[in-house]
């Protein structure tokens, strides 16, 4: 057998986006050509692929997703209502539209407006939600529990845009309690403060022509020259970095003037740690409020595309922080990351590794790409710490 391999192919045409992964198990022989019709059967990579799935092993399947965004993308929001069909894909590690249905999102309900809120912590044993509405009580809003898909899900009326919530999650082991922001908010609060934001994703996009030409323009033939940016130190006013809108002109300008013809923004993902420079996020759906909202940051790109400047998204999937109101031990047991720390710890960062062989991070992780790729119009992701997820003893020594 040869040693798995993984490789991610980004396709951009238009609004149409594919993301492949591909795990081979098993060393690959010569095909032999022949005229006779194809028998139907599972190939030898895919079922060892299945059956390691199938008890619990770090392999993923081969899978191809496609994914039609919405024609206008003038929002990411559109469908509130989770069906067995979303179940069947989160469970599977096929879902990439999650936080179209999980996080919170503005509602009504019987003719109330509110807030729906879902989580994921199938090892709970109670989830509430709290915020600024209600003292920041546990007791007072419980979550309903959907199941076997481990979603919890709950509807709070005259809640609204703005307020800041967290998650209580009581955990089934140990009487273990904590609060945790929405792994799903497409905002948080600006660090350190570390609440989430009810927040909505309506934009009116300008940049209607490079979109349709965007697949020409980031092709394999097309020139590509690239300015790497760290949005915080680029420019400052006195003592504060600029906001989303204010480094919009600034940076465009510059950005033609020395003819390059993409940027690329180290990454905008909420971060607790501002040192990190975003390499340790806690928000994967959120662009990090230093700068602004997440319009804000859809004005910057829309801008640059304006100016025929394509938008490079560092991303980071390889490793998330131990802070304790993100991911980690989520509820109660090793959730997102893996529960042995010789593959769930990484030394050189002091961080925590995902658990890739788990469907529903495999879920979390392929929408939260999708996300910033359709949702933010941006035009390629640059994926951090590849050699990391890769080997097993990568920072290690032998025998570790």
């Not at 045409?13 to 095909?31: D, S, V």
Request: with cysteine; charged share 20%; glycine share 8%.
């Amino acid at each position: 057998m040869s040693s798995v391999s993984l490789w991610f192919k980004l396709s951009v045409n238009g609004a149409r986006l594919a993301i492949e992964t591909t795990y081979e198990m098993a060393t690959r022989k010569k095909k032999e050509t022949t005229t006779a019709a194809p028998r139907k059967r599972t190939p030898r990579a895919k079922k060892i692929a299945d059956e390691a799935q199938t008890v619990g092993a770090d392999i993923v399947p081969s899978v191809t997703i496609e994914v039609d965004l919405p024609a206008d993308s003038q929002t990411g929001v559109s469908v509130l209502h989770l069906s067995d069909w979303d179940f069947h894909l989160f469970n599977e590690g096929s879902h990439t539209r999650l936080w179209e249905k999980l996080g919170s999102h503005v509602a009504t309900r019987d003719g109330v407006k509110g807030t729906t809120f879902a989580v994921w912590a199938p090892n709970a044993a109670s989830v509430s939600v709290m915020g600024d509405w209600n003292g920041w009580d546990p007791d007072q809003h419980q979550l309903e529990h959907l199941g076997a898909s481990g979603i919890w899900q709950g509807f709070v009326p005259n809640v609204g845009k703005g307020v800041h919530y967290k998650f209580h999650i009581r955990s089934k082991f140990n009487d273990y309690r904590v609060d945790k922001a929405d792994p799903f908010a497409v905002m948080q609060e600006t660090p350190p403060e570390t609440a989430s934001v009810v927040w909505d994703l309506d934009y009116e996009w300008n940049d209607g022509d490079w979109m349709r030409d965007r697949a020409q323009r980031n092709s394999f033939t097309a020139p590509m020259s690239i300015y790497e940016v760290h949005l915080g130190s680029w420019r400052r006013d006195g003592d504060r970095p600029l906001t989303y809108r204010e480094m919009a002109g600034p940076l465009a300008e510059y950005v033609r003037k020395m003819n390059f013809t993409h940027v690329e923004i180290l990454p905008v993902m909420e971060h607790p740690f501002y040192g990190s420079w975003g390499y340790q996020c806690t928000g994967f759906f959120a662009p990090t409020s230093r700068y602004g909202t997440p319009q804000d940051l859809m004005y910057l790109i829309d801008v640059l595309h304006q100016n025929e400047i394509g938008v490079i998204l560092d991303w980071v999937p390889s490793h998330f922080p131990t802070d304790a109101h993100g991911l980690s031990y989520f509820d109660g047991t090793h959730l997102f990351e893996h529960a042995d720390p010789r593959k769930g710890f990484q030394p050189d960062w002091g961080s925590l590794v995902f658990n890739y062989g788990r469907n529903e991070v495999r879920s979390f992780l392929l929408s939260s790409a999708m996300y910033w790729l359709g949702v933010f119009h941006a035009d390629g992701l640059r994926v951090d710490a590849v050699a990391s997820m890769l080997y097993l003893d990568y920072s290690r020594k032998h025998g570790e």
